[in-house]
């Protein structure tokens, strides 16, 4: 069987990785693209490394852009490679604009296209993830899910339950793969932080920091959490970005960081008291761990 997995953004990569390795196992012959979406040593290069996966097959280098762009920009990128490769199946993960490109560029060539992580739902449909997943799974062949309320969703929207088939959390799968390693970092020596007597916090909703009176706000809340204990911060670059334009003070004792490998970030996670997030996968990692 030939699969192209597809990855464009940080989350994806955890995904495929254990997707890529459980069909490794099984014999699978595989192609990896990446859209490129998400680019550079902090926001690509060092998951590679750390997860194990092969360089990719395909480099579409689509980079930023609106939506619409970047959306566009996939579609335009993948769709010669699907056609030529030909594979029995598009894998793709996630909810990115990289994901519903991919999906619906592939549905039209005619070659069937799984989705790892189908079914789940915010109901909020001002959130560009959610019409990602909404498209998304109801363009899949075959939607493969973490959970039972994700199985639910896809039944209420019509789904055929031929087409649904539960195969827990791939991001767990990954956690649970590199725990040991992960703690081998040693994240919290290395940044002075003594172990459960720090927090970690991520911000990168676009609801969240595209606006300067919330991220304000969300900034002021982390810096009272920091008047009582460490607060380590590892900022997206959207985020970075936004608090660059608004000008946003930084709130003393608040301590920023360049964004982190997955390996070191799970090794901060780990050692963490406290994690204040709007990250999907940190969620799911916090909850595990
Ligand atoms: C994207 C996903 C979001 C996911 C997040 C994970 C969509 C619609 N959004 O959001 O679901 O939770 O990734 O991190 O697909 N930038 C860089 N370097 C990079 C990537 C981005 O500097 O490697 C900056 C650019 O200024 C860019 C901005 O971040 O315009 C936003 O990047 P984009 O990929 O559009 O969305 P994310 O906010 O990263
Ligand atoms: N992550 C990371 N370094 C960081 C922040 C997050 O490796 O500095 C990892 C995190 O452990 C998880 C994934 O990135 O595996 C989550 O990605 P992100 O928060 O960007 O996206 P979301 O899950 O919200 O879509």
């Given at each position: 069987m030939k699969l192209l997995h597809v990855v464009g953004a940080r989350p994806n990569y955890m995904k495929a990785a254990a997707v890529m390795r459980a069909a490794r196992a099984a014999g699978a012959e595989q192609l990896l693209v990446h859209t490129g979406q998400?680019?550079?040593?902090?926001?690509?290069?060092?998951?590679?490394a750390d997860l194990g996966l092969p360089a990719p097959d395909h480099q579409l280098g689509v980079g930023s852009g609106t939506h619409g762009e970047q959306t566009a920009r996939v579609m335009m990128a993948i769709e010669p490679v699907i056609d030529q490769a030909r594979p029995d199946w598009v894998l793709v993960v996630g909810d990115v604009?990289?994901?519903?490109?991919?999906?619906?560029?592939?549905?039209?060539?005619?070659?069937?296209?799984?989705?790892?992580?189908?079914?789940?739902?915010?109901?909020d449909r001002t959130m560009p993830e959610e019409l990602n997943r909404l498209v998304t799974d109801a363009l899949a062949d075959l939607c493969l899910t973490p959970s039972?309320?994700?199985?639910?969703?896809?039944?209420?929207?019509g789904r055929a339950p031929g087409a649904i088939r539960r195969v827990g959390n791939v991001m767990i799968d990954v956690l649970d793969a590199n725990l040991a390693r992960a703690r081998e970092r040693g994240l919290p020596a290395r940044l002075g932080l003594p172990r459960n007597g720090y927090a970690v916090a991520?911000?990168?909703?676009?609801?969240?920091?595209d606006r300067a009176s919330s991220l304000r706000r969300l900034l002021a809340l982390l810096g009272e959490a920091?008047?009582?204990?460490?607060?380590v911060f590892p900022v997206h670059p959207r985020t970075r970005a936004r608090i660059a334009e608004a000008g946003v003070p930084i709130p003393g004792g608040l301590r920023l960081e360049e964004p982190l490998g997955y390996l070191a970030f799970v090794s901060l996670l780990d050692g963490a008291r406290l994690v204040l997030t709007d990250s999907g996968g940190v969620q799911e990692e916090t909850t595990a761990l």
């Open positions: 998400h680019y550079g040593a902090r926001m690509s290069d060092v998951f590679f604009n990289s994901t519903v490109a991919a999906a619906l560029t592939a549905v039209k060539l005619g070659v069937r296209v799984a989705h790892v992580e189908a079914g789940l739902r915010s109901f039972p309320d994700a199985d639910a969703n896809l039944r209420r929207e991520t911000l990168h909703r676009p609801a969240n920091v920091a008047a009582r204990l460490p607060v």
